[in-house]
């Protein structure tokens, strides 16, 4: 019987790659490095688009001459560049960031290719949170005017993620345990919210509604320095365990016996990954399919080493956002769509592919 040797992809290897390992590796990391410069440029180009593009269309001339001499610009043209468009376009990047590594790590750690920081209730939290305070019109006077609702969101999502930990630790880290409450968190959480938008006023109901799309309309500078500094604390902590992430791939068994605790690794992962759901949730509301889709683009691309995993499902997160938020200002001209509705429709047919695709595989 011939032996069968697999590939770092998973796919079974050639005689001639088993004989060269050295030359199937250069080739290997030849082709992530090429993929993450493709991945990196479109990022760039679909952040100046993003900028661009809006009610009061800009050259690139303009768009450079503002961005890089801001004080020769004129003022319009500077508060419609830095205050309004740079902010959007900067937090659409961070939150497909932030959703895509979440949406990647936690497929790995619950080895379900249908996770998603939703599974968890996160977001269904967060909404709730929101609607919490946008139903009753709370203020907070320790917090800046129009943040009283990203607080209230964000805190109802952290809280939903403390009720988690100590689920994970009652069942001893279940992939099972933890997927089956995250569905029930949903369920119960959407069902909060419909009980909100009952008595709600018709301001309030507009409101709630609104903000459950998923929009990036109130970004802000405040709100982009919050999320990057969240984002470059926890994002290094996902990096040095990829290794045992990847490991992971090879079955919780075989993990193990590196010594590498199953249990642990797996309720640090879903605090962190909530961690950064939570904020971006709150901040922007509810955009679904990101954290979902971005892992398989990725893991197509890029392999399962989740050295270069990882990073490609942040940065195919911010490409996702990225080019949602510029549809969403081009599809209707003079319309600001909600981007989460962007995403949905855009994200539909992408996942219907990646489970047409591996079923083709099976």
Request: proline share 4%; aromatic share 8%.
């Amino acid at each position: 019987m011939s032996a069968v040797y697999l590939s770092e992809e998973g796919a079974a290897a050639s005689p001639e790659t088993v004989a060269d390992p050295v030359r199937a590796y250069r080739r290997s990391m030849r082709r992530r490095m090429a993929f993450t410069l493709v991945l990196l440029a479109l990022i760039a180009a679909s952040l100046l688009l993003d900028i661009a593009t809006g009610p009061a269309g800009l050259s690139l001339h303009d768009l450079f001459a503002t961005l890089l001499h801001a004080e020769g610009a004129a003022p319009g043209m500077r508060v419609v560049v830095w205050e309004f468009r740079l902010p959007t376009a900067l937090m659409a990047l961070l939150v497909g960031m932030c959703l895509g590594l979440g949406g990647g790590e936690m497929q790995t750690v619950l080895d379900n290719p249908l996770a998603s920081p939703y599974t968890l209730g996160i977001s269904a939290a967060a909404a709730f949170g929101a609607a919490l305070a946008i139903t009753f019109n709370w203020r907070f006077p320790a917090l800046p005017a129009g943040m009283t609702v990203s607080a209230c969101a964000c805190a109802a999502a952290l809280l939903s993620v403390l009720v988690l930990e100590r689920v994970a630790r009652w069942r001893g880290g279940s992939t099972l345990g933890v997927i089956l409450f995250g569905i029930a968190l949903v369920y119960s959480f959407q069902a909060l919210i419909m009980l909100l938008q009952f008595v709600a006023s018709e301001e309030a109901l507009q409101g709630i509604v609104f903000w459950t799309m998923g929009s990036l309309a109130r970004a802000s500078w405040t709100t982009v320095a919050i999320l990057a500094v969240a984002f470059i604390l926890v994002a290094p902590f996902s990096l040095h365990d990829a290794w045992k992430l990847t490991a992971v791939r090879l079955g919780e068994e075989r993990a193990a016996s590196f010594g590498i605790d199953m249990a642990r690794l797996r309720l640090v992962s879903l605090l962190r990954i909530s961690a950064l759901a939570a904020l971006s949730v709150s901040f922007v509301g509810t955009i679904g399919f990101v954290g979902l889709v971005a892992p398989h683009i990725a893991r197509l691309l890029l392999g399962e080493d989740h050295r270069y995993y990882l990073p490609g499902s942040a940065m195919a997160g911010a490409l996702i956002i990225s080019l949602a938020s510029v549809a969403s200002k081009t599809i209707l001209p003079g319309v600001l769509i909600p981007v989460g509705i962007v995403t949905s429709l855009v994200g539909i047919p992408l996942f219907l592919a990646i489970v047409l695709r591996r079923l083709r595989r099976e």
